[in-house]
T-cell receptor, first 114, second 116 residues
Framework: DAGVIQSPRHEVTEMGQEVTLRCKPISGHDYLFWYRQTMMRGLELLIYFNNNVPIDDSGMPEDRFSAKMPNASFSTLKIQPSEPRDSAVYFC????????????FGQGTRLTVV | AQKITQTQPGMFVQEKEAVTLDCTYDTSDQSYGLFWYKQPSSGEMIFLIYQGSYDEQNATEGRYSLNFQKARKSANLVISASQLGDSAMYFCAMRERTSGTYKYIFGTGTRLKVLA
C-alpha cells in the first residue's frame, strides 16, 4: 500500500494567492482528516470527513479555508486568499472504521506564505 | 484546561536504556482512545501504539508499551532498549466522541534524544 499521499510536499506562495493542497487517502479508509501543525499551536485538527461527508469542521480557522472530498480517493484543502500566518505544515490522515484503529498520516505539505 | 498534557518538553536517554514519556488526559467520556505518534526530524507522523479506554490490558507493540492507568488518567509511553533512531518528537493524542462527532486532541509533544 502506498500510504496517504499528499501533494505538493512544499509550497511557497505570495500573500493573497489561492493555495490548494491535495490528499489521496489509503484505499478503503472511510475517514479523512486534515491537520495543521505550527510551532505556536502544535497539531490542530481542521476538519474530518466520513464517507466523503464533512463531519466536523469546527477546527477550520476562517472562511478563507475550505475543504472538499469529491470522492473516496481524493480531498483538497484550499486557502483563499492566503496570509503569512497560514504558514504551517498541513497533514492529511486517513483511517478505517473501527474502535481500535489508528489514523495514518501523509508526509505533509509545508506551506510558506510570503 | 488542557485535554492532553505532556509535561516533559525534552528528555534524554542512554542508548539501550528504557525511557518513559508522560501523558495525562482529561475527558468525561467513557469511551475514548489514546494514541502515541512519533515525528522524526524528517517531519512525518508515525503511529506507534493505541489504547482503548475499555482495554484492560496495556497495549504493547514491539519495544513500545503504553502504561495505561485509567483512574489517574495517564497513558505513559514506555520505550524499551532505546535506539539512536528513536530520537524524535513524540506526541500523545486522544480521540473522544463529543456531540456525535469525534474530537482528536494532540499534546504539545516531548522531544526525545537518545545518547550513544
Amino acid at each position: 500500500d502506498a500510504g496517504v499521499i499528499q501533494s505538493p510536499r512544499h509550497e511557497v506562495t505570495e500573500m493573497g494567492q489561492e493555495v490548494t493542497l491535495r490528499c489521496k487517502p489509503i484505499s478503503g479508509h472511510d475517514y479523512l482528516f486534515w491537520y495543521r501543525q505550527t510551532m505556536m499551536r502544535g497539531l490542530e485538527l481542521l476538519i474530518y470527513f466520513n464517507n466523503n461527508v464533512p463531519i466536523d469542521d469546527s477546527g477550520m480557522p476562517e472562511d478563507r479555508f475550505s475543504a472538499k472530498m469529491p470522492n473516496a480517493s481524493f480531498s483538497t484543502l484550499k486557502i483563499q486568499p492566503s496570509e503569512p500566518r497560514d504558514s504551517a505544515v498541513y497533514f492529511c490522515a486517513s483511517r478505517e472504521t473501527g474502535r481500535d484503529t489508528e489514523a495514518f498520516f501523509g508526509q505533509g505539505t509545508r506551506l510558506t506564505v510570503v | 484546561a488542557q485535554k492532553i498534557t505532556q509535561t516533559q518538553p525534552g528528555m534524554f536517554v542512554q542508548e539501550k536504556e528504557a525511557v518513559t514519556l508522560d501523558c495525562t488526559y482529561d475527558t468525561s467520556d467513557q469511551s475514548y482512545g489514546l494514541f502515541w505518534y512519533k515525528q522524526p526530524s524528517s517531519g512525518e507522523m508515525i503511529f506507534l501504539i493505541y489504547q482503548g479506554s475499555y482495554d484492560e490490558q496495556n497495549a504493547t507493540e514491539g519495544r513500545y508499551s503504553l502504561n495505561f492507568q485509567k483512574a489517574r488518567k495517564s497513558a505513559n509511553l514506555v520505550i524499551s532498549a532505546s535506539q539512536l533512531g528513536d530520537s524524535a518528537m513524540y506526541f500523545c493524542a486522544m480521540r473522544e466522541r463529543t456531540s456525535g462527532t469525534y474530537k482528536y486532541i494532540f499534546g504539545t509533544g516531548t522531544r526525545l534524544k537518545v545518547l550513544a
